[in-house]
């Protein structure tokens, strides 16, 4: 099965500009969840997608957005960009139900920089 | 507040030794623990996980101890190897929480010198 995929990988944006990071989970998975790495604040967790609703999202501004399509792919989005908003993000995607739920698959990430 | 920590950010170990990393949680709503190794440029690799109802959980080299009453985990790796050398975290969570929560430790950066 391949992998859990991001794209792109690598981004530069300006300050207030938007942007938007792209996750496809590995095949059968539906649950796709958000997080942002950074060196000071470890790995955050940022939202939850599960058939295309949101059902966890953690303690980060409304700039931070997301979505999920019907084929389980999700797209989040960044508004408004902060210099602060220079982080890895990664995509992680896990089985429906059960333990397995929580075991999740992370992709390589997205290395966003802010200027 | 974190509620996850890994007080130590390196450990160095000589090969074929035992490593050690050590993880502290605050939360006692917890009941699910899981360890993840992650290279530069990749994304966190799941290795092992241990529920709340055991205080032991192994696989191959790698064994993580569960203790609850000091809120307390760590992940053993016998014989620990070169290629072991990786940021590891500690990651706790809900097992029936709704919504893939995984509260993370800072990491802890393991270096296996032949």
């Known amino acids: 099965k391949a992998g859990v995929t991001q794209t792109p990988r690598y981004l530069i944006k300006t300050r207030g500009q938007q942007v938007t990071l792209s996750c496809s989970p590995i095949s059968g998975h539906r649950s796709v969840s958000w997080y942002q790495q950074t060196p000071g604040q470890g790995l955050q967790f940022l939202f939850e997608y599960f058939s295309e609703t949101q059902r966890n999202k953690g303690n980060f501004p409304g700039r931070f957005s997301g979505r999920q399509f019907s084929n389980s792919r999700s797209e989040m989005n960044v508004s408004t960009l902060e210099l602060g908003d220079s982080a890895l993000y990664l995509c992680?995607?896990?089985?429906?139900?059960?333990?397995?739920?929580?075991?999740?698959?992370f992709g390589p990430g997205t290395r966003l920089t802010v200027t | 507040d974190q509620q996850v920590k890994q007080n130590s950010p390196s450990l160095s170990v000589q090969e074929g030794r035992i490593s050690i990393l050590n993880c502290d949680y605050t939360?006692?709503?917890?009941?699910?623990f899981l360890w993840y190794k992650k290279y530069p440029a990749e994304g966190p690799t799941f290795l092992i996980s241990?529920?709340?109802?055991?205080d032991k959980n192994e696989d191959g080299r790698f064994t993580v101890f569960l203790n609850k009453s000091a809120k307390h985990l760590s992940l053993h790796i016998v014989p620990s190897q070169p290629g072991d050398s990786a940021v590891y975290f500690c990651?706790?969570?809900?097992?029936?929480?709704?919504?893939?929560?995984?509260?993370f430790g800072q990491g802890t950066e393991l270096s296996v010198k032949p």
């Open positions: 990651a706790a969570t809900w097992i029936y929480n709704q919504g893939g929560k995984l509260i």
């Open positions: 241990i529920s709340s109802i055991k």
């Open positions: 992680a995607s896990s089985p429906a139900g059960g333990r397995g739920e929580l075991e999740q698959y």
């Open positions: 939360n006692s709503m917890f009941d699910y």
